[in-house]
């Protein structure tokens, strides 16, 4: 089993910042890929950014490029999600997920590994 935690969620402002942290344990081993997805009210939950673990090659939403940038701690086995100029609409419950094998997936039925979500609100 692997669990993710995810952590760092929270009441911001428009144009502040906020780093989401997830810490995965288990049995990892096979765990290439880590992403982050986000679920907006009254929305389906949509992809936000992944990183693959052996190399640190990333993909992102273009919703959020040049915004947000995800990063991985490999002894600590750690994501992070460093979210800048943050908007309103970037408010949701945000998701860290894993997934085995290298493939940067965007849609979230490739990842079988789901933490429980932090909630990210940010106000006009």
């Known amino acids: 089993q692997v669990q993710l935690v995810e952590s760092g969620g929270g009441l911001v402002q428009a144009g502040e910042s906020l780093r989401l942290s997830c810490s995965a344990s288990?049995?990892?081993?096979?765990?290439?890929?880590m992403g982050w997805f986000r679920q907006p009210p009254g929305n389906e939950r949509e992809f936000v950014a992944a990183i693959r673990w052996r190399d640190g090659t990333t993909d992102y939403a273009d919703s959020v490029k040049g915004r947000f940038r995800i990063s991985r701690d490999i002894a600590g086995r750690m994501v992070y999600l460093q979210m800048n100029s943050l908007k309103p609409e970037d408010t949701a419950v945000y998701y860290c997920?894993?997934?085995?094998?290298?493939?940067?997936?965007?849609?979230?039925?490739?990842?079988?590994?789901w933490g429980q979500g932090t909630r990210v609100t940010v106000s006009s």
């Open positions: 997920a894993g997934r085995d094998g290298n493939i940067l997936e965007t849609q979230s039925a490739e990842y079988a590994y």
């Open positions: 288990g049995r990892t081993f096979n765990m290439g890929t």
